[in-house]
């Protein structure tokens, strides 16, 4: 029988945990990374600004490759002091043609061989293999899994994933190609970087594909998109259209472990900056997903 003493103390508790906020008493599986691509290049100071804001990794273009390939222990540093973890690294494009595709695995396995020595695990692979107004064949498509998965076996060999990200404008296109992409790709050697704007964009439900391909994805580029003339526009999160809520709903139901990354491609409108798109994009995190920032 509960004293009045016991009664007390655990209505107490009960009190104070309802007048904590939500975001203390919520725990995410997953970490969320940013991307300097909207930086332009400047990635130190995209590390700064990125760090300061809270994000536990950042991503980086193959700009960094040419900027640091003779001295990557300078860039690591820059990363620990920043306490930001290299969590996706842009690769580049993936050739099919007979006369590129050595030359093009092997800069791959470069660009992997520079992201183990920054503490990295991951690089990210797209294609610019679409021509406008066609539409890809079905070979074309296995071809580009069979190369994919080639990248990945070699880069497996030094630890480091190769990741597929599906792309506007690119093979993967649509749902249906990603669909015929995925089911050709070995998860053994390559795993999804699921784009939900692309993906979005391109007609499908990202959040559907969360579930869809959850046993093969690795992690995510969250991101935002508003239909503007002629075409469509990259938004800070919350700004477009992509119901990124129900987005991370599923990332909660299948309890993933991996990082998304929030990326925005270019600053999307005059008077705004890198930092105060992030800036936004964060607010959003907070308030609409209940994100733990630090």
């Known amino acids: 029988m509960t004293t009045r003493r016991e009664f007390l103390v655990k209505s107490s508790l009960f009190s104070v945990a309802l007048t904590l906020p939500s975001f203390v ?39 960094s490759f040419a900027k640091y390939k003779d001295n990557p ?25 007979p006369a590129k595709v050595e030359a093009s695995i092997a800069q791959h396995v470069k660009h992997a061989s520079f992201v183990k020595a920054l503490g990295g695990t991951s ?38 994933q190769s990741t597929y990200h599906n792309h506007m ?24 970087l699921l784009d939900v704007a692309h993906y979005f964009q391109g007609g499908g ?22 239909q503007t003339e002629p075409r469509y526009r990259f938004v800070e999160l919350g700004q477009g259209k992509v119901n990124l809520e129900e987005v991370f709903a599923n990332l909660d139901k299948i309890n993933f472990k991996g990082f998304a ?11 705004k900056t890198p930092l105060s798109c992030a800036e936004t994009s964060k607010e959003f995190l907070k308030a609409k997903i209940q994100y733990p920032f630090s």
């Open 205 to 226: 439900n990202p959040a559907d594909a969360v579930f869809k391909y959850r046993k093969v994805l690795h992690s995510l580029h969250v991101k935002d998109v508003r």
């Open 73 to 97: 222990a300078a860039l690591k540093a820059l990363l620990d002091s920043s306490g930001l973890q290299l969590c996706m690294f842009s690769s580049g494009n993936v050739e099919i043609d």
């Open 123 to 160: 690089i990210q692979l797209t294609n610019s293999l679409r021509k406008k107004g066609v539409k890809p064949e079905e070979k074309d498509l296995i071809r580009l899994a069979e190369v994919m998965n080639e990248i990945g076996a070699k880069t497996k060999e030094i630890g480091i």
């Open 25 to 63: 008493q919520a725990k995410k599986s997953y970490s969320l990374g940013y991307s300097a691509i909207t930086w332009n290049g400047q990635d130190e100071q995209a590390i700064q600004e990125i760090s300061a804001l809270g994000f536990k990794g950042i991503q980086l273009r193959a700009n």
């Open 261 to 271: 990354i929030v990326e925005l491609d270019a600053v999307p409108d005059a008077g």
């Open 169 to 192: 404008d690119q093979f993967g296109e649509t749902q249906e190609e990603v669909e015929l992409l995925v089911n050709h790709m070995d998860p053994a050697k390559i795993k999804l």
